[in-house]
């Protein structure tokens, strides 16, 4: 078996360079997420607030924390003081309630909206439309402490690449028209995971979350 470093070095090769590695490191170790730093990576990914506060305390401060899981607003406070980018808002009242306590620690935060571009009913996000709404309000009325800098999605799970292909192109092309939309323009991408980020890099993705492929498989 391949070591997490070796993995982060393959994974980062594969990548082409203004493509943004987040090593997802939700159940894993402090040891495990030690062993990505010192190959080199320095923005890991996590899915739960108390999970990613507590090793936010135990862990290097140059690391930059990513939130990539579903992220209910009694949570918000144990992220705030330091997450770097919340890849996972799905709606207008989560992304108010982090700007307000964004405000309340003096900072502005980077957030992701996600849209929901797979075939399963239990994955969160906006719908293409509810998204368009929630831009346009921002264009008209836009928060001051949180900098909504693109959109994420998750493809459907299947070995059907086409499908996984067509999802991530549909998000691509909704991109470009958000991008239009908005007046300081969206630059990050969010899509891409350890079973189908090569489809995503070719369907044009800026930031690809990978998990297991380069920590193994959660229990
Ligand atoms: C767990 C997770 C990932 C990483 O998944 P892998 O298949 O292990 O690469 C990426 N994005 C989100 C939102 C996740 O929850």
């Not at 159940?27 to 890991?44: H, L, N, P």
């Not at 506060?53 to 899981?69: S, T, Y």
């Not at 992220?71 to 982090?98: A, G």
């Amino acid at each position: 078996m391949s070591s997490i470093a070796d993995n982060i070095r393959q994974t980062k090769a594969s990548l082409p360079d203004d493509v943004t590695l987040v090593a997802v490191s939700k159940f894993k170790s402090c040891d495990d997420i030690m062993e990505a730093y010192g190959a080199g990576q320095r923005v890991f990914g996590e899915s739960r607030a108390l999970e990613l506060r507590d090793k936010h305390e135990a862990l290097p401060k140059d690391i930059q924390w990513h939130f990539i899981g579903h992220l209910q607003t009694n949570k918000i406070k144990y992220i705030i003081p330091f997450v770097t980018l919340i890849h996972s808002i799905d709606s207008l009242k989560l992304l108010e309630e982090v700007d307000a306590q964004a405000r309340n620690h003096g900072r502005s935060v980077d957030c992701l909206l996600q849209v929901h571009i797979s075939q399963e009913e239990t994955k969160f996000g906006f719908t293409y439309d509810e998204c368009r709404a929630v831009l346009k309000e921002l264009a008209d009325a836009p928060l001051a402490n949180v900098n909504v800098v693109g959109l994420m999605g998750m493809a459907t799970y299947t070995d059907d690449m086409d499908v996984v292909r067509n999802e991530f192109a549909g998000l691509k092309a909704f991109f470009e028209e958000a991008r239009a939309m908005m007046p300081q323009r969206l630059s990050v991408l969010s899509m891409g995971m350890s079973e189908d980020y090569e489809v995503a890099v070719q369907e044009g993705t800026t930031m690809v979350r990978i998990g297991s492929k380069i920590f193994g498989l959660r229990n």
